[in-house]
C-alpha cells in the first residue's frame, strides 16, 4: 500500500530537531549517548514530573506529529522492550518482597503511554500496541497501514519508542540503542507529491543474528536523505521502503 507521511518528528541520541536529523542524514551529526529531555511544555508540570524519560520521549514525538488532530487520530504505539525501566524496578520489589506500586505497575505495561496520550489529549480513537522484536518499528507501519486501509481513515499516527535497557539486561541485546521516539502522521497516497511503499519478504539466510542497527535510524536517515530506496534486513526479514517525488 502506497501512503504518504505528512508529519516526522523524533528526538535521541542528542538530535532534537529537524535540522539535527538532516544533519545526521548527510553524515555531519553522529548520535550521541546525551539523555536529553523534551521539555514537553503542554503537559502541565504536576502531571510531568510523574513521566517517566520512555514517556516524556514518547508524548513529546506523539503530541508535536499529531498537532491538529490530537483529539481525533488513531494511533499505533510501538516498542520492543517498552518501559524496561519500570519493569526492572517492580521486578527487583518483588525479589525484596516489598509492597508494590499499583500506579508504577499501571505505567509498565506495554500500552501505558498510548493510554497517557489518549488521556492527555482526550483522543478517544482506537490505539493499539505493539512489539515484534528488532522488527518492532517497521511492523508498526504496517499495522497502521492495514488499519488505514481496512477503516478508510484519513491519517494515523505511528510513535515508536525506545530507551537503553538497564544494565542487567544488556548483554542479552545486540543491537546498538539510542533512547528515541519517532513518530510519523501517517495519510493515503492520493495525490501526494511524495509516495511511499513499504514491503517485506522473509529473510531465507538464517541469520544468527540480528541487525547491529535500530531499524527507526536507517527509516530517520533515509527520510532526511534525498535516497529513494532504503533495504533493512532483519533475522526474520527484508524490509524496503521506497519513496517517489512526483516532478
Not at 201 to 220: C, G, H, I, P, Y
Request: proline share 4%; net charge negative.
Amino acid at each position: 500500500m502506497e501512503f504518504t507521511i505528512k508529519q516526522c518528528v523524533a528526538w535521541g541520541g542528542g538530535l532534537t530537531t529537524t535540522q539535527d536529523w538532516q544533519d545526521y542524514a548527510q553524515g555531519e551529526k553522529s548520535l550521541t549517548d546525551l539523555q536529553e529531555l523534551p521539555p514537553l511544555k503542554q503537559i502541565p508540570a504536576m502531571q510531568r514530573r510523574r513521566l517517566s524519560p520512555f514517556a516524556k520521549l514518547a508524548l513529546h514525538c506523539a503530541l508535536s506529529a499529531a498537532d491538529e488532530c490530537l483529539t481525533t487520530v488513531p494511533s499505533v504505539f510501538a516498542s520492543r522492550h517498552g518501559d524496561l525501566a519500570k519493569t526492572s524496578k517492580l521486578i527487583d520489589d518483588v525479589a525484596a518482597k516489598e509492597v508494590l506500586s499499583p500506579t508504577q505497575f499501571g505505567l509498565s505495561v506495554h500500552n501505558a503511554v498510548g493510554g497517557l496520550f489518549s488521556i492527555y489529549t482526550g483522543n478517544k480513537a482506537p490505539l493499539t500496541a505493539i512489539s515484534a522484536g528488532e522488527d518492532s518499528f517497521f511492523t508498526a507501519i504496517i499495522d497502521a497501514l492495514c488499519k488505514l486501509s481496512a477503516n478508510d481513515y484519513a491519517q494515523i499516527l505511528v510513535v515508536f519508542t525506545e530507551n537503553i535497557v538497564p544494565e542487567i539486561y544488556q548483554e542479552y541485546v545486540a543491537q546498538y540503542e539510542v533512547a528515541i521516539a519517532c513518530a510519523l502522521l501517517i495519510e493515503p497516497a492520493d495525490n501526494a507529491d511524495e509516495v511511499y511503499k513499504l514491503t517485506l519478504q522473509a529473510n531465507e539466510e538464517n541469520k544468527v543474528t540480528e541487525n547491529s542497527r535500530m531499524q527507526v535510524l536507517d527509516f530517520l536517515k533515509f527520510y532526511y536523505s534525498n535516497n529513494e530506496q532504503v533495504n533493512v534486513s532483519s533475522k526474520r526479514h527484508l524490509w524496503q521502503l521506497t519513496r517517489t517525488v512526483k516532478k
